[in-house]
């Protein structure tokens, strides 16, 4: 095919509104305005009377009309109404029927800013829950629905929090007839946001394809020239409105050229095909279409009477897209409507995808089909032979549609998916795709968008691409389609496409539904089928026969043996809105044992080679609760939480505290019969996660008081502490706290020195736990502790339950970390606390199984959060890369950048994978060994601190300003690596596991992977470290290598959970190489000790440095925090000299009675008694005195310092305000907290608190 390339002009608006282009192409005057909106402006003023479209309701009902200048007072009149209302840049979803509302409100939501979301209302709980799952994906404002889906699905649409109803009926008559001239809209530029599409799902989850303005005109053209439609066109169409193909092939094209659109409803297609075909007789129709399907409908449907009073010769473009295209139907077509003016050049065969804004290739235009006969078998092998007429066997030959590419628009390659490399023309492979058509990517999905748009070939390094999923080939300058590659059947390593054999199934007997079955592979490479018979037809007693056709006919085709066969009715094939086939959710049903059916059939399995247990499935869709506490946690952090001063104040607000304990968001894991939500493990960190990437504090603070608090009382407990305790725990009315670690008991709890004594029937523990998180605020605690007997002997570790107003329990002075500062750690110490039995956590003296279980527990959480902070990490680096210039050009295509970018998605991926594998495993009841956790752990961080580094590296100097949030999260990313066991000692756990021969990895890894990989990757690794017996070793050499060992399992572990669960081609090679990194530094290891200095000589360089440089002391002044000893008098009234330092060492002696405990010891908070300064004090004295101090501090002259500024302003912070509260305390004789700047924030509040406390102590009323 030869096109003439369009010249290109652009022509200034003289209104200044805008800009239009204006592109001619031969016999055309093909004008296409930059935007939508200016589109609907010009043919508003160009032909305000012409039919822009009708709507044809049904056979009995009046057809609906709307012009163009019609059309323009609408949309601009609600257009105005929504920027009023402040819906610009908002998400709007469209809920609502076909019809002319549907395009009024479409196009209102573009004209006013706002991004369109074209749904449908929900039909079947699955509708409901694709609604549901894009509310929470694009958080809308607001939702357009017709009077009469309001009235069907009110309650259903009430679900979404934050979203208003808006009735479109309502707006059009109140707002809906306005001159445009009048309405002041600043329009949209070329690259702004028109909608979001949001994909049909019929390989995976929807996501919404964000498309810009500039696409969409760029995507028309390419349409209007490829199929001839000119503004005289007439486009007839029953495709859904929320579907790219109705909305942008039908509408919106009519809509850029000024043509007329005739639409109706599908429902009335399905009911009655004839209708479409008497509209495009009718109404002289040029360009209708639709997927293959529609055409076997109106051959099966249509009756001959009909065909005798239609006239289709104005039929200028007859598509065929969006599934596989059948040779057969094009032609069963032709011969049948022939007679009705239909000729084979009408057809115009196309390919495309959302992606791609709509179309990529089709035609040629005024052509019959191209065909190509090829080779089945050479097809499976990925390589096309055509097919000779010596082939022999018809069945052995696939006859494939074509469809021309227009090289000049955009840049098509075949690219090999596994090598990405480009192949040549008759070899199959991905389609790559490069154009102006090609959307901005997914909202709100990095790693998608990444993985899907910005695709570099490894051989030529041109890119960015756009991977499509499908698989094809060129030919002669055509593009034959085969298949998409996550519905491709392997099986013996030859690949089938399930359309093929579908096709197959579906001409062996009228029996069978056409276009209603479903092929794909189930239990390591096993073939199902599942076809749909015809309804009303008596075919019970040919089940059998029919199955037996099935297996002979597909094993003499395609050379493969089915597995299993079933026959359904038709409602158990799902299809998208385009008539796309959900294989996926047929195996799903099939999988999940939810497939209904009519007659089943199943191989028997061979017994010699059972196969292995398969990986858990993914996730289902959350539960509704699940999905209301994730979007209120998402609503709440992005209006509610500021997290900077979290981490200025070092605390979590009170009112965060209570709102997330309204939410039950502290009892996740508490059973519904304790007042407690319920939530299995994979749901509960589904919000670990979204938590971790809103704030790690706060994900934190929520994840301890479920795992380390609720978690002992709930496995462990007795009824009576269960009953007591977990009902407040759940509702956030209390907090429990986990108090393990010691002074010298950290990564080793075995060493932990507090002790519980038998006393009578109970216990009395005694000891000091450091860095226990929410201590200070918990009314309960888990503490662990050694139990001795009368001589002071060791007897286990037991855990205990004991309240905070328990006597003898003291709180400690709080430890001022360098991250997660919102989130109180402090030292407890216990004295002689008395302790029941009913206290008890688990048996006595078994303690550390108590401890594992809940610490091994805990690291999933911890793995959920960080894979949520390090998403975060993504966001930011592609939003600065993707706005940053470097001298090489955009940073985000920098290969360093995109390298780093590469990296961190392949391992979320598969980190994903692996906790989401291991959550379910728990959920399912079954065990979870403590090594695969340790990975979780491990691999999580690391990946967390790698690239919060990497982001602030990215970012240069901006990532190094505090106010720019990147340093907050270095700061709190850090723990991470360190506690609920350090990444060093959790990989030498698990690699002296590994060492000893525990089987429990290997395991775990054959669940995943084939015996000959594990032999592989495992057996051969570990085979020479295990020859040598452990006497023979050295020990520093076996620590050496169990830490290398260690993370070699760690990569192991990660790329069997990506392999194993089907992961992404690219993400599962770029883990093996990773693996085979590692596997080379345990090579090395294995042959020698590294050449590490002695003890003697790292000691003599330490000597060597302070003698040169000095020791680091700190002698310069610094706050002093303890009590002055005038105030610790004693009831004698004798004055005390205040006491020396105590020496810096840990009290290991466990006290046997209660003693006084030296001030010293262990400050208290101070709590002054003062004597009241004589005479009265006016509000003013007290401002001045502020003003003043303020001054000195902050530099700033004293008649600057407003009543009202903002001590923030000022730049005053939490060491200020200490300071200032002490000032205060000293000149006005009142105990002032120090957080005193935070409470009143300003001069004037301040001094009015102060004044308040004054007059309250001498119960006057000062002047003011």
Sequence with gaps: ?????????????????????????????????????????????????KNAYTFLSGRDQPEQLISYEGLARTVFGLAAHFRREGLQGERVLLVMRSGLEYIVGFLACTAAGAIAVPLYPPANDKDGVKLRAVFRDCQPRAMLVQRAVEASHGPQLAEFPGCRALIIEELIAAHGDVDPATVDLTPPLPDDLAFLQYTSGSTGDPKGVMVTHRSIVHNNHMVAVAMGNTRDSVIVTWLPLFHDMGLIGMILQSLSLGARSVLMAPKSFVRDPAMWLQAVSTYRGTCAGGPNFAYDLCIEKVDDKVIDTLDLSSWRSAFNGAEPIKAQTLERFHRRFERAGFRREMFFPCYGLAEATLFVAGGPRGEPPTTFDVQRDAIHRGTVVPASAGTGDATRIHTLVGMAIDGR?????????????????????????????????????????????????????????????????????HLFITGRIKELIIVNGFNHYPQDIEETVQTLSDDFRVHCGAAFSFDDERLGIVQAVVRGKDVAERFEELVAQIRREVL????????????????????????????????????????EVLHAWEAERPRQTPAPVSAPTPASAPRAVVEQKLAWIRDYCATRLNSYLIDERRTVPPYVVLDFGNQ?????????????????????????????????TLALFVGLNNVLGVRPVLRFGSERLKEQFLPSLARGRELAAFALTELGAGSNPQAIEATARAS???????????????????????????????????????????????????????????????????????????????????????????AQDTLCYGRMAIASLCLGATRLCVQLMLQYAGGRRVATGPLLHNPYTRSVLTEAMHQIAAIEALVDGAAARVDAGQAVAPEVLAVCKSVSTELLWTTVDRTMQLAGGRGYIESNFIPQLFRDARIFRIFEGPTETLNHFVGTSVLRGRPVIRAYLRELLDEDTVRTHYDAVLGPLLATQPGERDASLDDWQGQLIGEYVNHLVLYAASAGRGGDAAATRWLLERLQAARARVDSAARAFPALASVDALRAFGDAVDREFGRRENPTAMPNTSLDALFTAPPGGAVKPPPAAPPRQAVTTPVPVPVPVPVAEAPRPPTM??????????????EAFIRQWISGRSSQPVASLSADVEFAMLGLGSVDSIDLGAALSEEYALTVDPSVLFSYPNIRELAGFLLGKLNKRTGSTAAE
């Design 1 to 49: 095919m030869t096109h003439v390339q369009p010249q290109q002009r652009v022509i200034e608006n003289p209104t200044g509104a805008g800009r239009e282009m204006v592109m001619a192409a031969p016999g055309d005057a093909l004008q296409f305005s930059p935007t939508l909106v200016h589109a609907l402006r010009h043919w508003a003023q160009v032909q305000p009377g």
């Design 409 to 477: 628009e955009q840049v098509v390659k075949i690219v090999d998916p596994g090598s990405w490399t480009v192949q040549p023309d008759l070899r199959v492979g991905e389609i790559w795709l490069k154009s102006d058509s090609v959307t901005r990517g997914y909202w709100n999905r990095a790693k998608a968008t990444a993985d899907a748009f910005h695709a570099y070939t490894t051989d030529t390094g041109e890119g960015p691409f756009l991977r499509t999923g499908d698989l094809g080939f060129v030919r002669d300058g």
């Design 556 to 595: 003499k085709v395609h050379g493969v043996a089915p597995a299993y066969i079933a026959l359904v009715n038709p409602a158990m094939v799902p299809k998208t809105s385009s008539g796309k086939i959900q294989r996926g959710e047929v195996r799903r049903s099939f999988l999940d044992k939810q497939l």
């Design 664 to 696: 039950g968001l502290f009892g996740m894991l508490v059973p519904e019969s304790y007042g407690g939500l319920g939530f299995s493990t994979r749901e509960f960190l589904k919000v670990m996660e979204l938590l971790g990437s809103k704030d790690m």
């Design 760 to 850: 009578g029937d109970g216990y009395r523990v005694s000891g000091t736990k450091i860095w226990s998180g929410s201590a200070a605020w918990s009314g309960l605690m888990n503490v662990f502790a050694k139990n001795v007997d009368a001589n002071g002997h060791p007897a286990g570790i037991t855990a205990f339950a004991i309240p905070q107003t328990s006597a003898g329990v003291r709180q400690g002075p709080e430890a001022l970390t360098m991250g997660l500062r919102g989130m109180i750690q402090n030292t407890v110490f216990f004295e002689e606390v008395a302790v029941e039995p009913w206290q008890v956590l688990g048996e006595l003296g078994q303690g550390m199984t108590v």
């Design 1169 to 1182: 008694h003062v004597v009241a300064r004589p005479g009265l004090v006016s509000r003013p004295e007290i």
